[in-house]
C-alpha cells in the first residue's frame, strides 16, 4: 500500500518561494505517475502539476507554468513541488497523489487518475 505525507507547506509573502516534499512509502517513486493538486477554499480541488511514471513527461496548470516544477528524487524516495514567484492565488491546502498510471508515458491530470493521497499541507501567500 503507498503512503504519502506532505511537508513544506507555510506561511510566505508575495514574489517568495516554497518547496515541498512528498516522501512515498510502501513503494519506490520511480515506479508511480505522481501529480501535485490543490484545493482553495470554496472551490474544487485542481490539477497543479503531474508527472509520469518514467518521470520524462510532465504538465502544468496554465497557471502555474514557468512558476513551478515538479520533480522526483529516486535515491529518497521523494517527490517536489518547487513553487517559486508566489501569488495570493496561490494559498490552497496542496496535496500529493500517486499511482501506478496506465502506462509509463501517461500524465495524469484528473482525480480520478490516482488511488492514493496525502492528508495536503496548508500554502499560504499574504499580499
Known amino acids: 500500500q503507498v503512503q504519502l505525507a506532505e511537508s513544506g507547506g507555510g506561511l510566505v509573502q508575495t514574489g517568495g518561494s516554497l518547496r515541498l516534499s512528498c516522501a512515498v512509502s510502501g513503494r519506490t517513486s520511480s515506479s508511480l505517475a505522481m501529480g501535485w493538486f490543490r484545493q482553495a477554499p470554496g472551490k474544487e480541488r485542481q490539477i497543479v502539476a503531474a508527472?509520469?511514471?518514467?518521470?520524462?513527461?510532465?504538465q502544468y496548470e496554465d497557471s502555474v507554468k514557468g512558476r513551478f516544477t515538479i520533480s522526483r528524487d529516486n535515491a529518497r524516495n521523494t517527490v517536489f513541488l518547487q513553487m517559486n514567484s508566489l501569488k495570493p492565488e496561490d494559498t490552497a491546502v496542496y496535496y500529493c497523489?500517486?499511482?501506478?498510471?496506465?502506462?509509463?508515458?501517461?500524465?495524469?491530470?484528473?482525480?480520478?487518475?490516482?488511488?492514493?493521497w496525502g492528508q495536503g499541507t496548508q500554502v499560504t501567500v499574504s499580499s
Open positions: 497523489a500517486a499511482d501506478l498510471g496506465i502506462s509509463r508515458r501517461y500524465v495524469g491530470t484528473q482525480e480520478y487518475d490516482y488511488n492514493n
Open positions: 508527472m509520469s511514471r518514467s518521470g520524462v513527461y510532465t
